[in-house]
Structures are given as structure tokens and as C-alpha cells.
């Protein structure tokens, strides 16, 4: 499939996700284009959170020093704070350094990177900043997929821009247009779940709150008061802001909070009318946990808020979409290269739908238990008390703050959650608090610190595109079989030993003996393991990619 009006794959959608899939396909040599309606990236941050696995992904992608240059100090993610406004008092925090020694040890040895807080904006901007360097991307402005035409063995698309109207033509598409994008419905696909579990509103400002955040940064920082209660976001830990707060659309409108009526809210959640503030846009949302019911209908794929939504509470939205692109976008290059059959895309679902209905059970969990604490974004009772005249009901109001705020950990602090998933339909992500890192097959290939030509790099680093051979020191027979195979599959090979070096602890981690191998994934997941399995490496490989649960690569 050639020309101008056509592609291997169209992605519909330019946000984080529909840029990720690009870039991951493009890793792996498949051209598309993708369709954006509108005129560039919106300077509205929305998400911020970058969780650990997202941080890898970039750190694999090449983007991870860039969004880190961009994010909020790494101080500013240790603490969230309940106070009364910005500059008032304080009724608690969730520090990320007041927790088990354990606790603590497990996120630094579990991945080379962290979680951090980085705007959306920035990170897309990023993004399309790679994708554009791989020369194998179209991207597409202002141009608005209007209908398209699911046939079995190609995809018309009709888009609309400046140029007029317009046909494509792919072998695949892959939605991406968000929690109000109109295809998922048009697919005949539905969802399950709670629609409407309540609305916001998001100000997006700038403005010099040094004088409170120097002494104190934190991530959050919850109002909780009747005059202005809301959540303060610190985008860039220097003048970029979001303040979000409830919004009834029954009662209210978007029209009535007007710039100078947003600085007011925000000067009243501050505690100081003297902050020059300046607001840059205002948007509406609707928090609800949904999941798609199909991931896919024939050649059209869903990813991102397309296929699932959960509340924000976890910070796990446009992570898992980043998971959904790394996942989807190897195997549409299998398919489109040749390398693997269209049964492979069946695995996309099966993989990544039971991680989202985990992040929506999860986000939901923290929603409730904030909810029913009073601390979120309903804290209107909970300010009437604090406020009351009746000095034994505003302290009793205090202590009940000091003893709910401490169990909203999990809510900011869940490693299990991040990293724990594996694609293995009888494994269930943990949550808890205490990660342990898995080597059984589904599983990502555990972190741990190696050496290489001298110089010390994460067991990730191992990684190529297409599939990765990795092989105790004794194990050189394993590599010789996948290369006796002439599999057309992409791959290559590590050997410890010869290749590169680690101690018996980092081996034991990964889970190799003296003689054993393990194959990984393009999307750093394990797909097959000798000391698991009386299946052959070549067997195990040819389930990976025909589309066979991961866990027959376990079965004699």
C-alpha cells in the first residue's frame, strides 16, 4: 500500500497515546499518519502524573531525559497536603518518605527510573518531537477523520481540513480520540461501567506561588474550604498551575466562570487576594470508570481513554493509555511486516483490558475511600465543621482529618500497580503497597543493574526491537537454536558471561540458572523461559507471535 492518501496504519487522535503508537510502530519501521483535529497540541495541561512504567517506556524511547528536564522537582513529589487554602493552615500530608524501609528500597531497586509529575503538553510535545525524527510518521493538523469505512481487508477513512475533503485508505486503524471521541460508538462497541460519577471544572493559570511552595512544595495541595475549596496541581514547579474544583452542570455553566472570575477562586483558595494571577483556559470533565467491551471490530483498534476511563485518583489514565500504544504498536508491525498472524491483534485485548479493569478498580478504591473521608473534591462538610463556631466540632473535624488523610497512601503511592500486572489471563495485578518484582512468564522482565562494556546499565537496556534472547553464562545453546531456526521473526541475543556481567543476585532476579534462557517480548514482557517450560525456545516463540496465550508458552 503506497501513496500520499495511504498507510499501513492510520491513528486517529494526536494526544499522548495516538503520538506513542505512532512512535512505537515507527521504532519497529511501519509508517502512518496520524489525524488531529485540531490545530496543534493543546497548551491545557490536563494529566501530569508519568508513573514508573511510563518512565521506562520513555526511557526506551529516548524521551526520558527531555520529560524530565520538563517535570517538577523530584522534592515536589514527596508530599501531598490537606490545608485549610494555600497559604493557611495545614491539616495533614501523605509524605512518600514516611513509609517503610521496604517500602522505600523496592522503588529504587525495582526500576532505573521513577514516577514524576510532568504537564501533558510537555510530554506530547516530546513525543511528536521523536516521532518526527523517525521520518516515518505523518502527522496531520487540523484534520478530522469524519467516517470510516471498516471493510475486511482494508480501512477507508474520509477526513475533512483546510484542503477540502479527502479519502485514506490503511490496513489498520487505531482510535485513539479520547473519552469523547465519537468511533467507539460508531464500531457498535460499548462500555461497562459507571459513566457519571461526577464533574469538574479545570483553571488552568499561571502565577508566583513561591511564597508557600518553596518552604512546603508538594504535588496536591486540597483546599478544603467553603469559600473556595479545590485541588491545587503545580505543572512545572515554577509558574504553571491547574486549580480543579466541583461543577454542577445543572446549576452551572461554563460561560459563568469568566476569567475574572476564576482569579477571584483562585485568590480565594489561595488566602491571598495581593497574587497577580493569570488565567489561561477553563475546561470541564466528567470522572467516570468505564471500560470498552471490545478493543477491537475487524481492522479498527481502540487505545487509550477510547477503550477505558477511570477517575484521577491513581493518576493511571493516559499511563495505562502509553501501556495500551507499546502493547498495540509491536504487534501492528508484526502483522503489517509479515512476521506474525492477525490472530496476534486479538492479544491486545486480552492483555491490556483485564490491567485496565485493575487501574479502574483501583481508581475507583481511592475515590470512594477519599469520598467517604471527606478530603476530596465534596469536602463541603467537612469545611462547615472545620469552620464551625462550636470550638469541640471544629477540633473534632481536625482530628478526624488526621486520621483519614494518613490512609489515602495507596491512592499516591502504588508500585504493585504501576509495575505488577502480567499478561497471563490467571494472574491478577497485587495491590499492595510492597512490590516484589516477577520473572515468571507475562510478567516485565525485572530491573536489575548490570554490567556492559564497562560501564553499569539496567537488565532493560538489553532490550531491542523485536524480540530479545537473554541466556545464563552456560546457556550459548539457546542462541544457537533460535539462529539454526531462520525465524523471520527480529531478534537478537544476550549471554551473560560473554555479552555482558552480573552478580548471582541480579541473575536469580531475572531468574536465570547457569544454562537457562528467557525470550523477551518487544514491549519487555516475558514470553518464554527454558526453566519453566518443556516447550522448545522455537515453539515458545512461534506462540508469542500466532497470537496463543502467553501461558501455553509454559505448556509441554
Known amino acids: 500500500?503506497?501513496?500520499?492518501?495511504?498507510?499501513?496504519?492510520?491513528?486517529?487522535?494526536?494526544?499522548?497515546?495516538?503520538?506513542?503508537?505512532?512512535?512505537?510502530?515507527?521504532?519497529?519501521?511501519?509508517?502512518?499518519?496520524?489525524?488531529?483535529?485540531?490545530?496543534?497540541?493543546?497548551?491545557?495541561?490536563?494529566?501530569?502524573?508519568?508513573?514508573?512504567?511510563?518512565?521506562?517506556?520513555?526511557?526506551?524511547?529516548?524521551?526520558?531525559?527531555?520529560?524530565?528536564?520538563?517535570a517538577v522537582d523530584p522534592m515536589w513529589m514527596m508530599n501531598i497536603l490537606w490545608k485549610s487554602t494555600l497559604s493557611g493552615e495545614e491539616f495533614g500530608r501523605v509524605s512518600m518518605l514516611e513509609v517503610p524501609e521496604d517500602q522505600i528500597l523496592a522503588r529504587l531497586n525495582s526500576s532505573p527510573v521513577t514516577i514524576t509529575s510532568c504537564a501533558q503538553d510537555r510530554v506530547q510535545e516530546h513525543l511528536l518531537e521523536a516521532v518526527r525524527a523517525t521520518g516515518l510518521t505523518e502527522v496531520r493538523y487540523d484534520?478530522?477523520?469524519?467516517?470510516?469505512?471498516?471493510?475486511?481487508?482494508?480501512?477507508?477513512?474520509?477526513?475533512?481540513?483546510?484542503?477540502?475533503?479527502?479519502?485514506?485508505?490503511?490496513?489498520?486503524?487505531?482510535?485513539?480520540?479520547?473519552?469523547?471521541?465519537?468511533?467507539?460508538?460508531?464500531?457498535?462497541?460499548g462500555m461497562n461501567g459507571q459513566p457519571d460519577l461526577g464533574h469538574q471544572l479545570n483553571i488552568y493559570f499561571h502565577a508566583d506561588l513561591s511564597p508557600w511552595t518553596d518552604h512546603s512544595p508538594a504535588l496536591l495541595?486540597?483546599?478544603?474550604?467553603?469559600?473556595?475549596?479545590?485541588?491545587?496541581?503545580?505543572?512545572?514547579?515554577?509558574?504553571?498551575?491547574?486549580?480543579?474544583?466541583?461543577?454542577?452542570?445543572?446549576?452551572?455553566?461554563?460561560?459563568?466562570?469568566?476569567?475574572?472570575?476564576?482569579?477571584?477562586?483562585?485568590?480565594?483558595?489561595?488566602?491571598?487576594?495581593?497574587?497577580?494571577?493569570?488565567?489561561?483556559?477553563?475546561?470541564?470533565?466528567?470522572?467516570?470508570?468505564?471500560?470498552?467491551?471490545?478493543?477491537?471490530?475487524?481492522?479498527?483498534?481502540?487505545?487509550?481513554?477510547?477503550?477505558?476511563?477511570?477517575?484521577?485518583?491513581?493518576?493511571?489514565g493516559m499511563n495505562t493509555g502509553l501501556a495500551d500504544a507499546d502493547n498495540l504498536g509491536w504487534k501492528l508491525a508484526a502483522v503489517v511486516q509479515g512476521w506474525a498472524s492477525d490472530a496476534l491483534l486479538d492479544t491486545y485485548e486480552s492483555d491490556r483490558r483485564p490491567v485496565a479493569e485493575s487501574n479502574t478498580a483501583h481508581s475507583v478504591r481511592n475515590a470512594i475511600s477519599m469520598a467517604q473521608s471527606g478530603i476530596g473534591p465534596g469536602s463541603a462538610d467537612v469545611a462547615r465543621q472545620l469552620e464551625?463556631?462550636?470550638?469541640?466540632?471544629?477540633?473534632?473535624?481536625?482530628?478526624?482529618?488526621?486520621?483519614?488523610?494518613?490512609?489515602?497512601?495507596?491512592?499516591?503511592?502504588?508500585?504493585?500497580?504501576?509495575?505488577?500486572?502480567?499478561?497471563?489471563s490467571t494472574y491478577d495485578a497485587p495491590v499492595a503497597e510492597s512490590h516484589v518484582q516477577s520473572n515468571r512468564v507475562g510478567a516485565r522482565l525485572p530491573h536489575v543493574w548490570i554490567q556492559r562494556e564497562g560501564s553499569q546499565i539496567s537488565s532493560h537496556d538489553l532490550l531491542k526491537v523485536g524480540f530479545t534472547l537473554i541466556a545464563g553464562p552456560a546457556g550459548t545453546m539457546w542462541v544457537e537454536e533460535l539462529n539454526r531456526s531462520s525465524t523471520a521473526v527480529p531478534h537478537s541475543s544476550v549471554v551473560f558471561g560473554s555479552d555482558a556481567h552480573a552478580d548471582p543476585l541480579a541473575l536469580a532476579t531475572l531468574g536465570l540458572d547457569d544454562d537457562s534462557a528467557i525470550l523477551i517480548r518487544p514491549d519487555g514482557h516475558i514470553a518464554w523461559r527454558?526453566?519453566?517450560?518443556?516447550?522448545?525456545?522455537?515453539?515458545?516463540?512461534?506462540?508469542?507471535?500466532?497470537?496463543?496465550?502467553?501461558?501455553?508458552?509454559t505448556q509441554a
Not at 497540541?41 to 527531555?66: K, Q, Y
Not at 479545590?230 to 452551572?252: K, Q, S, Y
Not at 478526624?400 to 499478561?423: K, M, W
Request: hydrophobic content about 40%; glycine content about 8%; some cysteine.
Open 388 to 424: 464551625s463556631h462550636d470550638p469541640s466540632v471544629a477540633s473534632q473535624a481536625r482530628i478526624n482529618l488526621g486520621v483519614s488523610i494518613p490512609l489515602q497512601r495507596a491512592h499516591f503511592d502504588c508500585l504493585a500497580q504501576e509495575l505488577g500486572y502480567a499478561y497471563d
Open 530 to 553: 527454558s526453566n519453566e517450560s518443556d516447550v522448545p525456545l522455537t515453539v515458545g516463540l512461534a506462540y508469542a507471535v500466532a497470537g496463543a496465550p502467553t501461558r501455553q508458552a
Open 221 to 316: 495541595v486540597w483546599a478544603i474550604n467553603s469559600l473556595s475549596p479545590g485541588v491545587f496541581i503545580g505543572m512545572d514547579g515554577h509558574n504553571r498551575w491547574t486549580f480543579n474544583r466541583n461543577f454542577d452542570p445543572a446549576t452551572e455553566s461554563i460561560e459563568q466562570f469568566t476569567p475574572e472570575h476564576c482569579r477571584t477562586l483562585i485568590r480565594d483558595a489561595i488566602g491571598d487576594h495581593s497574587v497577580d494571577v493569570e488565567v489561561c483556559s477553563v475546561g470541564t470533565w466528567t470522572m467516570s470508570a468505564r471500560t470498552a467491551t471490545n478493543y477491537r471490530k475487524d481492522r479498527v483498534l481502540l487505545a487509550g481513554d477510547a477503550a477505558h476511563q477511570f477517575p484521577p485518583t491513581g493518576g493511571l
Open 143 to 189: 484534520t478530522t477523520v469524519t467516517a470510516i469505512d471498516n471493510l475486511k481487508q482494508q480501512v477507508h477513512l474520509t477526513t475533512r481540513s483546510q484542503a477540502g475533503t479527502d479519502t485514506l485508505t490503511a490496513q489498520f486503524v487505531v482510535v485513539a480520540d479520547g473519552a469523547t471521541g465519537k468511533f467507539r460508538d460508531s464500531l457498535g462497541i
Open 1 to 70: 500500500m503506497t501513496g500520499p492518501d495511504s498507510s499501513p496504519v492510520v491513528v486517529i487522535g494526536g494526544g499522548p497515546v495516538g503520538l506513542a503508537t505512532a512512535l512505537v510502530l515507527a521504532r519497529h519501521g511501519v509508517r502512518s499518519i496520524v489525524c488531529e483535529q485540531y490545530s496543534g497540541i493543546n497548551p491545557h495541561p490536563r494529566a501530569h502524573v508519568v508513573n514508573t512504567r511510563s518512565m521506562e517506556l520513555f526511557r526506551t524511547w529516548g524521551i526520558a531525559d527531555a520529560v524530565l528536564r520538563d
